[in-house]
């Protein structure tokens, strides 16, 4: 396993269809109740506390 993976808890680098399916949440009626969140996709490399 690469190095820069070592330290992401899932593992994976997210790829750009993943990040564009978390801006496709955001322009969705299911985000619609959804105010002040930031989504990180990231693979649990950073987890603000």
Same mark, same amino acid.
């Given at each position: 396993?690469?190095?820069?993976?070592?330290? !992401?808890?899932? $593992?994976?680098?997210?790829?750009?269809?993943?990040?564009?399916? #978390?801006? !496709?949440?955001? $322009?969705?009626?299911?985000?619609?109740?959804?105010?002040?969140? #930031?989504?990180?996709?990231? $693979?649990?490399?950073?987890?603000?506390?």
């Amino acid at each position: 396993m690469p190095r820069s993976r070592r330290s !992401i808890p899932l $593992g994976v680098i997210p790829d750009d269809g993943e990040c564009a399916k #978390a801006a !496709i949440f955001f $322009g969705s009626d299911y985000s619609s109740v959804v105010t002040g969140a #930031a989504l990180d996709v990231n $693979g649990g490399e950073y987890m603000p506390i």
